[in-house]
């Protein structure tokens, strides 16, 4: 008869991203996330397996919760140009929160991992593919409502979004200013109104 386990696996989880959000991939050991989780390195590989099985484990994990948060601001009663405007705010304060310059896990593993592994490339291109998806479908209403400019398909407002919320994370790692992030998100916002 399987023993149950002894541990809470949301904190093991939780603990072993915010090593590898800290550390990254590359330089975590399963050491490393034996101590950070308190757990030993045998126990982890019997709950969760290798170190590449744990960080899919908490990336999925960000994922959910960060796509959750886009479908919640997409998915509101809010006039288009309003969510996109929420959206925006949000990814600001979110960098701007991160108060030890983290950045975003996704863009770290599209950073770090992504480029030669690829599970982590595909798990990394469904999550941006997600976004634009989210923006585009948001535009494609505004311009419907006649809030959003027409003079540019949607597909490629999403792509600039896209890589305005890319920029902007990646920009809040090594100068978290609040100006700085602002100014790059106001031009768009100028771009898509109608006139």
Known sequence: MARPRQFDEETVLESAMQRFWNNGFEATSMRDLADQTGMTTASLYNAFGDKKAIYRLVLDRYVRQALETCSTIFGSDDPPLQALERFFD??????????????CFVVNTALEVASHDQDFREVVTK???????????????????????????????????????????????????RELLTGVVRPFFVLLRAQ
């Not at 959003?148 to 790692?173: E, F, K, N, Y």
């Open 90 to 103: 949000a990814t600001v304060e979110e960098v701007l929160g991160d108060r030890l310059h983290k950045g």
């Open 127 to 177: 999550v941006f593919e997600e976004i634009e998806k989210c923006v585009r479908d948001c535009v494609t209403a505004g311009q419907r409502d006649g809030t959003i400019l027409i003079s540019q398909p949607p597909a490629d407002i999403a792509r600039l979004a896209l890589g305005i919320i890319l920029g902007l994370r990646v920009l809040a790692r090594t100068n978290p200013d």
